[in-house]
């Protein structure tokens, strides 16, 4: 049903760590491989806003997350990871696995929750 599942999402203190993963469910691997994989996140009162994006080995990520987050994937698990290092109470929100494929065919996860307390 769902073709993006997160996982991984929870609280932290500021200046913690959090590992989130989206996996490609029901998306076959040449699909997978080809698509543009990325996160974005939607704090409270606030647009939903790209955190980070990833296309083959190229990235892309926000002013405000570069430095401490990185992206990757690995194809052959079907699954992205956005590493989230010097976490701020400002990234508090609900983060969403976005998957654009080749025919700009859009998909969405069902997004979790981070929390940063001071």
């Known amino acids: 049903q769902r073709q993006l599942v997160e996982s991984g999402g929870g609280s932290a203190q500021a200046g913690g760590s959090l590992r989130l993963s989206c996996k490609a469910s029901?998306?076959?691997?040449?699909?997978?491989?080809?698509?543009?994989m990325g996160w974005y996140r939607q704090r409270p009162g606030l647009e939903r806003e790209l955190v980070a994006n990833?296309?083959?080995?190229?990235?892309t990520y926000a002013d405000s997350v570069k430095g401490r987050f990185t992206i990757s994937r690995d194809n052959s698990r079907k699954t992205v990871y956005l590493q989230m290092n010097s976490l701020k109470p400002e990234d508090t929100a609900v983060y969403y696995c976005?998957?654009?494929?080749?025919?700009?065919?859009?998909?969405w996860g069902q997004g979790i929750q981070v929390i940063v307390s001071s």
């Open positions: 990833i296309t083959g080995g190229r990235t």
């Open positions: 029901r998306t076959i691997l040449s699909e997978f491989v080809a698509a543009n």
């Open positions: 976005n998957q654009v494929r080749r025919s700009s065919e859009t998909y």
